[in-house]
Every structure is written in structure tokens, then in C-alpha cells.
């Protein structure tokens, strides 16, 4: 291939084909109700790492993207200390209002950072170039997991797993994953640790912050966005239903993350030609859209267990959302780029806002209304982004 970044959209795809056979796996070791506490967990733990990341991931992908690199291992190790406090934060939010996954949340907050560190390495690879440890870091966690849980599944007859054990085991994975993807990054570019007493840490993380303090204002709301159906799920209606809404949201964000690695990793392109866009990626999209519809009773029926079912119905409301949302992250990055993140954060916060007051106004029960809402939230944001840009046309004219 003339361009070897082509490749990652696939190794992205295949990685979170990997990691959809994970949750396969997950789902026949442990019960739906264990699968639903695991999906509220992820909810609210994967909002919390937002400010765990302090928004730095996206802005060392940002600066490796302008091969601006001097500020990189100020911004990693500010990023461990906050990550630090914000999971102790996380552990004792679950001691006041979840006891029982108290434990199971406090792993699953250390899984999480260790998975969003090796994301860094990722990004900081994809924006400077480094294909090879781009393609690592993508594969290595959910093929070291997929190993772990394949030991477990075969042995679950003997042993009674509990949902902290496969956490526990999760863990080990990511910290095994991210110790590769770092000793393979340093082999062309150092990225390391240092500390230099705790004055220099704070002042690090405060200077940290002022910088990338929008990116993660506007992460926030789009990680919200994606997951608060799944909070309301869990307090308005049963196990049952957030489990179905959860598988339905998995199978859609492994199409989704196929498109979104085609934006990171040939953004460059599609910024200087936008055409492509309509050309290239708008067909894809709709291609996507009609084969998930197509798909999905099949998908169901051999791969989930007969309890999961009548997720097919879900998923053939939300991948409607694909077109607008990748649209959408496709002028996320593009504002990153050209330093107008304040506008990510003011559009996401609009349809955030307005997705929360839908639904404490509705109270809804059924799976449906959560579908549709999933999709008008992402629906809104596009509109605002093309509203916002046709506004702009007309003020150059």
C-alpha cells in the first residue's frame, strides 16, 4: 500500500472485533445482571476518565499532529497524578452509593487508565507517524485480554468467577499491553515519567490543565453524550433493559471506531480535500447503515446468548446515528486543529444539556425512547455544526 496509515482503519476494526469477542466471552462467564452492573460501571467510570485525562490525550495528539513534542512527558506524568486522585475520588462515590461494586469499580478505574495511557502512546504514534507501534498499541490489550478470557471461559465450571475477578484480570492485561506499547514507543520516541517533588507536580498539572482545560470541558460532554443513556437506564428501568441497550452499543461503536480511525489517521487528507468526505466517506456510511439492518438478526441469533434478542432492535435504531456522529467527529478535529475547541465545547454542551432535560422530563421505561434520544442527541449536534458553519460562510461573503 502507497500509504501505509490505510491500514489502520482495519487494525482498528479488527481490534474492536477482538474486543467485541471479549465481551462474548464476558457475557457467558458472568449473568446478564452481571453484564448490566459491568455496563453501568463502564458508564460511569469511562465519564470519570475524562477528568482522569485531563483532556491531555487529545492534546498530545493535537501537538504530534504539528510534530510539537517539547511539553510531551510534562503532560504524561501530569496526567498519572491526576488520574490518581480522580480514581480515589471514584472509589469512594461507589462506597456511598454502590457498596456491592465498590471493589469491581475501583479495578475496573485502574483497567480504564491503564487502557487510555496505552491509547495515549496510540495517538502520540498516529499523529507523529510511528505506524508500527500505532498498529501494537491498537492490538495488544484486546489480544492479551482475549487470551485471559479464553483461560477463563474454559474454566468457569470449576471456578466461581465473579465480576472483580475478571476486572482483576482485565487489569493485569492492560498493565501487561501498556508496558509493550511503552517499551516498543521508546525505541523511536522517548516518552517517560519524571517526577521533581511535589511543588513541581502540582505546578505541572495546573499548567496541564490551562492548556488542555477545553479539550477536556468538551470530552466531558461528548463522552456524556454517548453514555448517560445507560446511567438513566439504570436508574429509571431494570438489568434486563440496560444490558440489551449495552450490547446494542457495543456492536455500534465497532462500526463507529472503524470511521473515527479513518479520520485520526488520514485527517490530514480529508482536511485539504474535503470532497473526499462526500466521495469516500458519506457512501460508507450509508453502506454501514443498511448492512447493520440486514445483519443484525443473524448477529443475535449465533452470537449472543437467547436472553440478548431482542437487542437486534436497538442496534437498528442506533447505527442511524453513525452518519451524523462521524460527521460530527470529523469537525471535532477539525476545530481542535485549527485551535476553536471552545466551539466543540459550547455545541456539545447545547445537546448534552438537552439530552439530560429530555430525559428527566420523559422518565422513559422503554428501550425504544432511549434509542431515539441516542440518535436525535447526535442528530442536534450535527445541525448545530452545520448551522454554525453556514453562519460563517455567510459573515466571509
Known amino acids: ?27 457467558r462467564i458472568l449473568n446478564i445482571e452481571d453484564y448490566a452492573d459491568y455496563s453501568y460501571l463502564v458508564a460511569i467510570v469511562l465519564w470519570s476518565s475524562v477528568v482522569m485525562d485531563g483532556g491531555i490525550n487529545t492534546l498530545i495528539y493535537n501537538k504530534s499532529l504539528k510534530n510539537d513534542t517539547n511539553e510531551i512527558n510534562t503532560l504524561f506524568t501530569s496526567r498519572l497524578f491526576l488520574s490518581l486522585v480522580v480514581i480515589t475520588i471514584v472509589g469512594f462515590f461507589f462506597l456511598y452509593k454502590s457498596p456491592l461494586l465498590a471493589v469491581s469499580a475501583l479495578i475496573f478505574s485502574f483497567v480504564t487508565y491503564f487502557s487510555s495511557t496505552s491509547a495515549l502512546v496510540k495517538m502520540l504514534s498516529r499523529g507523529l507517524g510511528f505506524i508500527k507501534v500505532d498498529v501494537l498499541s491498537i492490538l495488544s490489550e484486546p489480544l ?29 492485561a492492560g498493565v501487561i499491553a501498556f ?14 515519567f519524571y517526577f521533581n517533588g511535589i511543588k513541581s507536580i502540582y505546578s505541572n498539572i495546573v499548567k496541564s490543565l490551562k492548556q488542555s482545560k477545553y479539550y477536556l470541558f468538551y470530552y ?17 428501568s431494570n438489568k434486563v433493559q440496560l444490558a440489551l441497550f449495552s450490547s446494542a452499543l457495543n456492536l455500534y461503536q465497532v ?39 440486514i445483519a443484525s438478526p443473524i ?34 478535529v477539525e476545530n481542535n486543529y485549527v485551535d476553536r475547541v471552545k466551539l466543540n465545547f459550547g455545541i456539545l454542551l447545547i445537546a448534552f444539556v438537552v439530552k439530560i432535560l429530555i430525559y428527566l422530563t420523559l422518565k422513559p421505561i422503554d428501550l425504544l425512547t432511549y434509542s431515539y434520544v441516542f440518535v436525535f442527541a447526535e442528530c442536534a449536534v450535527f445541525l448545530m455544526f452545520i448551522i454554525k458553519k453556514k ?3 455567510i459573515t466571509d461573503k
Request: glycine share 2%; hydrophobic share 60%.
Open 144 to 172: 492479551i485480554r482475549f487470551f485471559f478470557l479464553l483461560i477463563i471461559y474454559f474454566t468457569r465450571f470449576i471456578f466461581q468467577y465473579k465480576l472483580w475477578h475478571v476486572l482483576l484480570i482485565y487489569l493485569i
Open 255 to 293: 462500526a463507529q471506531l472503524f470511521f473515527i480511525s479513518i479520520i485520526t489517521s488520514q485527517f490530514i487528507k480529508l482536511y485539504n480535500s474535503k470532497k473526499l468526505i462526500i466521495k469516500f466517506l458519506v457512501p460508507l456510511l450509508i453502506v454501514s447503515i443498511l448492512f447493520t439492518n
Open 220 to 236: 466531558l460532554m461528548l463522552v456524556g453524550i454517548g453514555r448517560v443513556d445507560v446511567i438513566f437506564l439504570e436508574s429509571y
Open 1 to 27: 500500500m502507497k500509504n501505509k496509515s490505510l491500514i489502520i482503519p482495519f487494525v482498528e476494526v479488527l481490534s474492536k472485533a477482538i474486543s467485541f469477542l471479549n465481551i462474548l466471552l464476558f457475557i
Open 179 to 192: 508496558y509493550i506499547n511503552k517499551l516498543y514507543l521508546n525505541s523511536v520516541f522517548s516518552l517517560n
Open 299 to 332: 448477529i443475535y441469533k449465533y452470537l449472543f446468548p437467547l436472553d440478548y434478542i431482542n437487542g437486534q432492535f436497538v442496534l437498528n435504531i442506533l447505527i442511524i446515528a453513525i452518519l451524523p456522529s462521524i460527521i460530527n467527529y470529523y469537525y471535532i
Open 391 to 393: 453562519y460563517e460562510n
